[in-house]
């Protein structure tokens, strides 16, 4: 069962554990998986949640629900995370030479799951912002070698440029490594 935003969840820097958290209210704490060094400001102001953010999150985890097919709590911490990364995250440089182009054009949509494939191997990500020229992703497996030397790891970010954006189909067979 999905819980639903409300006016009680508030925003809260963890110092121990250098996160950004969203408590939900019943002893229930998100820790978002993005360290102090790579959020705003505006992550260390304890704050309530807006109306924009509910709103962001219903429909991050609306789209991710319809198209991927894992268990509805890993759906959440992407939401969750995605949530974060659109509102905290400190803006990135695309480093699109890490991808191939792709060989057709996706839409570059928010919530929108797509592949991009490195030299070694094709990942899924989520799309977190995107304007004409450039999207800001969110790995959501495992890892993905991006070279012998670079690795990202599960919910982190990267911005590519929206030709390397790879449409995906997932059919519920099909197997996501992010659970």
């Excluded at 182009?101 to 839409?107: H, I, V």
């Excluded at 012998?148 to 982190?156: A, E, G, I, P, Y």
Aim: proline share 4%; charged share 20%; glycine share 2%.
């Amino acid at each position: 069962m999905l819980i639903k935003p409300n006016k009680d969840w508030k925003w809260n820097f963890c110092q121990r554990q250098n996160r950004l958290t969203l408590e939900m209210g019943e002893d229930m704490v998100f820790v978002s998986a993005f360290e102090k060094r790579h959020l705003v400001s505006d992550a260390f102001v304890s704050e309530s949640i807006s109306v924009e953010q509910t709103e962001d999150f219903t429909l991050f985890y609306e789209k991710l629900d319809q198209q991927l097919p894992v268990p509805s709590d890993f759906i959440y911490q992407i939401a969750l995370n995605c949530l974060v990364a659109k509102c905290f995250y400190k803006p990135l440089m695309p480093k699109s030479w890490f991808f191939n182009t792709a060989p057709t054009l996706s839409s570059a949509l928010l919530a929108k799951v797509v592949k991009l494939e490195s030299a070694t191997e094709e990942r899924h990500y989520v799309v977190v912002e995107s304007n004409a020229n450039a999207s800001t992703l969110m790995l959501i497996e495992k890892s993905h070698g991006l070279n012998d030397v670079k690795t990202l790891n599960q919910f982190d970010l990267i911005k590519v440029m929206n030709d390397r954006l790879i449409p995906v189909k997932l059919q519920s067979s099909q197997c996501v490594n992010a659970a």
